[in-house]
Each structure stands twice: as structure tokens, then as C-alpha cells.
């Protein structure tokens, strides 16, 4: 419980740090609309999609998803090869699946994102997950799944 605390508190202070970046807005919240309705993801599940600028280039972006008793957080890194907001763009990061047991996984996405205009940002990626069971064949190799996401930015 300890260890989870720190981890925690080491995330909010990383997020809550105040690095220059040359974006104009730093946050952005929003959604991932075919994670809604994707039967294959557990008949869809509610989500909110978080990222803050980290530089020019980068941002750090956490994924949270709920359905009943099923809970995934997605901690990434993220880095643009244009600029941020606009572009393509890679992931990094971490899935932690909290059900009856807590497992982690690998994630990574490659996709494109823009902003049509100053305040909203539309983002279409494909996500690689490694570690979990695939939903189709139940082995453990690698799946991937679509995304599309909307997000407000301030």
C-alpha cells in the first residue's frame, strides 16, 4: 500500500509540474468514442482521456476506462514528430487492469492527431496491447485495437 502511495504521489507531482511548453493550451480531456461501443473491449466502457504538455513535442497522456467491477488505467509517454496537437505521433507506456486480480500490461499506439481549431483536438490511433489474453484466440501475444479520440483543450 505504501509503494502504491508514493507511486501515486510521484504521478501527481510529475503532472501537477509547471514545465514550459510552447503549446497554447497544456491539458486537454476527453474521450476515445469506439472504446464506447467496441464489442471486443467488454461491450464498451466509459472513459476519460487526460494529457498534459510536457515540451514542444511531448506529453505525458493517462487513460482511465470503467465497466462494472473492471477498471484500466494507461499511464504513456508520448512523443509528436511535427508538433504538439498536430501531426503524427508514438506512445509508450503502462495498462494496469484492476478486476478480481490486478495485472499489468505493455501499451504502445502509433496514430496522427490535429486540432481543427484552438480548443478541441481530434486523435486516431492503433494501440498495440502485450500480456493480455487476446479476446479472439485467448493466447497471450500481441492485439491491437482502434482508437479515436475528442478532446477538449485548455
Known sequence: MKNLLRACTLVAAFISSGTATAAATDYAVGTDLIRWFDPVQDGGMMNLTFQKALGREDALFVDLAKKDDRYLIGIDYKVYNQRYYYGSFMQVGGLL?????????????VGYEFSPSK????????????GARHPVTNDEEPWFLPRLRVMYAF
Not at 480548443?119 to 502485450?130: E, F, P, T
Open 97 to 109: 487492469d484492476i478486476d478480481n486480480s490486478t495485472r499489468l500490461y505493455i501499451e504502445g499506439a
Open 119 to 130: 480548443n478541441w483536438v481530434v486523435s486516431g490511433d492503433v494501440q498495440m496491447l502485450y
